[in-house]
């Protein structure tokens, strides 16, 4: 039986333009831009062969319930995946389930396996696109984290070749944002209480479904404006409107939840005040979490890492640092 030894990674990415609430199927309310982490990663090692069965069989030291159920489904438009035994190691280097985005690389980490099986032994090379599109099968955001760099993913006129089903490389970002480190706060690394599944099926009757889709277009009009022009200041605002306003959404559903902590909000406050009396371009995101992403260019790190050793708050978070984007 022919078999052939997978060692394939992909990176966490961090929403700017926050995807929250489906369409139909696994398709974006509305469309989301983000930027990939580089030392954060996901893992895929072990082997993969074809067997004589006629299921995909999944064997895997986590989550393998989950994924071989996602895998059937899959299996029924990807009939070839049936023929596949897939005998595979996971493993992290950052917590996960903790708004950290670890859905996003996990699957498309195991997009990338399916791809590098089907090239193995059905001698056919998928296309990104192809490889994006599966991903997102398995996890939405998966889709922005095939490659690394600064992505779109949804239909939209405000950028040639987007799609629902896939994702885009945005290419026009200027050295302003060249090189960005991301400074991660972990006040909490323990599972969010509310998955993102829930979070999106919560948007189905959300009585601000509309002008959520409204407010994302009319920002990711103005990102990509400010990413392209170097309008650092912009950018912040923009990028900061958009956090609050995921978790303004999950505190004013029909369901009303909130992931944010005390801390957080301590925390984006100090990083205001501190911004203003430096003038610095330093900003933050959170994903569906309490844990803040500080986002800052790379001649800024060492400011930025004495003021955190300092901070008053210091005990309260553990970091990971991390770069974004693909110019390191």
């Given at each position: ?90 493993e992290n280097n950052f917590p996960h389930s903790c708004g950290i985005a670890s859905s996003a690389s996990s699957m ?221």
């Amino acid at each position: 039986m022919k078999k052939v030894n997978i060692d394939l990674c992909s990176w966490p990415n961090i929403a700017l333009i926050k995807y929250w609430g489906k369409k139909s199927g696994q398709t974006p309310l509305n469309p989301s831009l983000s930027v990939n982490l580089n030392r954060a990663q996901t893992r895929f090692t072990g082997q993969i062969s074809v067997h004589d069965q006629k299921k995909a069989q999944l064997r895997l030291n986590q989550f393998e319930d989950k994924l071989q159920k996602k895998l059937d489904e899959f299996s029924l438009q990807h009939s070839w995946v049936n023929q596949l035994l897939l005998e595979l190691q996971s493993e992290n280097n950052f917590p996960h389930s903790c708004g950290i985005a670890s859905s996003a690389s996990s699957m498309s980490a195991f997009a990338k396996v399916l791809a590098f099986s089907y090239q193995s032994f059905f001698d056919e090379r998928p296309s990104m696109e192809q490889i994006s599109s599966w991903a997102r099968f398995f996890s939405g955001s998966a889709c922005r984290s095939i490659e690394k760099g600064w992505f779109l993913w949804g239909q939209t006129e405000l950028h040639a070749n987007t799609s629902d089903f896939y994702s885009v490389k945005i290419d026009q970002i200027h050295p302003s944002f060249s090189q960005l480190c991301d400074t991660i706060l972990i006040f909490d690394d323990s599972v969010k209480q509310l998955s993102s599944t829930e979070g999106h099926q919560l948007m189905e009757n959300h009585p601000q479904k509309n002008q959520r889709r409204q407010r994302a277009n009319e920002r990711l009009e103005q990102l990509l404006k400010a990413l392209a022009e170097g309008q650092t200041e912009k950018f912040c605002h923009l990028v900061e409107a958009e956090a609050l306003d995921l978790h303004f959404l999950m505190m004013t559903g029909l369901r009303p939840y909130s992931l944010l902590s005390g801390l957080s909000l301590e925390m984006i406050k100090s990083m205001w005040k501190f911004r203003e009396e430096q003038n610095l371009f330093i900003t933050f995101t959170i994903d569906a979490g309490p844990n803040l992403h500080l986002i800052y260019p790379l001649k800024n790190q060492n400011m930025i890492q004495r003021w955190l050793a300092d901070h008053p708050l210091k005990d309260s978070f553990t970091c990971f640092e991390d770069t974004l984007g693909e110019k390191f």
